[in-house]
């Protein structure tokens, strides 16, 4: 591993922090960031920092405060304001208190900050106050973990890291951790690092570069050793996944867990060819069931993954009834780890959800499981890196990480629980549900796309546009990371609906809403040769489209076993036609009949089918000089037409949209057609 410390870089922050914060915070959050950005040293919030300075308070008092990482943040990303300050002296002398609980702890490190709206100082805050030197690092890198996540890993250590690396016996981080330190520590000759047993390693330097470079030393060191000792580690094949084969079985998977826990989940697959090849190990029940790599894993990804049995994928109602037998012996064996856990610690706790977060599929990787995308992804990147971890311990020696019961000290110990709260899923009443969206990048779809976003739903944009498509999306994104995905796709080409709804599968693990709206107008009159050339191709788009997008998801919904709604953007059109509109009207009305006849069809299986009919919504259907047309041989302005209906008030795209995302979760409601046209009393459903 190479030291990415570059002097400008570091000069760079001086500039930016240290005006404002004094050098040692500005050196403290680069190097803090670069071992926060590779996922090589620490994932998601892991591992923590400090720096030891100094501050003068309002009283003119020059204190000696310890900056150490706040919890909640994140050392890839970590701000100046990320580090609270907090009174050295008073930390110290809290190390030489024999006894303390969680809640004391916390109270001690929060009563010595600075600023007391500073964020809480992280649990190794005491550890970091102990150690001597002014910059302290700590991290889970993977090279460490393979090395310490063996049987016989204290004589390992010493071969790795040489006689002055202080080697600690696993002990639970926190309080416990900072007093095992001081009750081992030796001042000389000081020890060059302390590594904790089946959890990480602490360096540190009278300046950030030292600790820095430290830590890139001992790693480094770590990952020769690893390099020379592995065996078949390397030589396994490395063959890609049929993304096809996991877009299919992902929502069957989804769908099981949906029903069994009664909430919604999104589902992603990780898929690397090492995850892949990992996937197929002779041993991975076994292997994978002694646990995570590091304690803190355990809240992302539960104790243990669960591995899928070998059942033909072709076979749905076979694998359905394995996997759903799967999720119930792995929530039955969840069950056990807490009550175990419960009477050893004797303590009451309340039991968290019984549901892996990884299932390891043989031959399709990791498909990881969350209440949100964001979720999912940041499972499947710690299983990513405990799968490297396992391969390399298991060439070395053995995998032998923490026991379960230490597992279960981390996963019920409130103060982790603290960093979930802090990064839960968002919420609305569409939360966990994926929609699909078609025509989705501009006019009513766009703004159908807005509104299910705003419920809570993660959505697929497709659009034939493919230009438009990525700019809305990229937008999108922006404001709603993980729950945005796109696939450009013309709704007359079944491979190209196909295609998007296997995207759709393999992004967010299964498909809940369409709103099947991609339509364009045309007019003409059905007894000249124009007019019928418009008609045949409308029907393509708005009719034979709508099929084509209703039977591809109404496919996966059956499969995925929880239900779903089909969505259609009807018109008025199709109960009150306009002059010489028939290319337009009569493919609507038949639309309303294809939408009654999926009700009445899938109804039974709990697939509900609604639309909308809308009028007169200012979208790209009325450019190109359609509007003045039609209100032209109407006899009005633009204005009048748009506003020419019992309520005298415009229809907007957000009223669409609103009408759309109501029939979503209209849980009731089926064969319905909602009218959004501001009242016409010629096109009243009937
Ligand atoms: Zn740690």
Redesign the pocket.
Known sequence: MESRYRSADAQRYIDTYAPRHGEDLALRVYTSRLLGQDPALVLHG???TSVKSRVTEITGDVTEVLYVKGSGWDLATIEPRGFPACRLAHLRRCCEVQTMTDEQMVAELRGQMIDPSSPTPSV?ALLHAFLPARFID???ADAVLSVIDQPGSEAICREVFGDRALFVPYVM?GFALARRIADCWRPSPEPTCVI?DK??IFTWGQTALESYERMIANVTRAERYVEEQRTEYSRRTLSGPSSELSARVAPIARGALGRLSNQSWIASFRSTPAMVAFSDRDDLARVTGLGCA???HVIRTKPWPLVVPQVNPDDVPRLTAALEGALREYAARYDAYFQRGSRARSVTRQELDPWPRIMLWPGLGALALGRSRREAEVAADIYEHTTSIIEAATALGGYEPVSELDLFDVEYWSLEQAKLKKTSAGDGPLAGKVALVTGAASGIGLATVRALLSAGAHVALCDRNAETLEARATELTKAHPDRVTHRRCDVTSAADVADAVAHTCAWFGGLDVVVSNAGTASGGALHTKAGDAAFRASLEVNLLGHQTVARRAAEVMLEQGSGGVLLFNASKSAFNQGPDFGPYAVPKAALVSLMRQYAVDLGPRKIRANAVNADRVRTELFGAGMAEARAKARGVSVEQYFQSNLLGRETTAADVARAFVYLATAEATTGCVLTVDGGNAAAFPR
């Open positions: 892991g591992g923590n190794e700590h991290t889970h981080p904790l959890h990480g590091t304690p803190d």
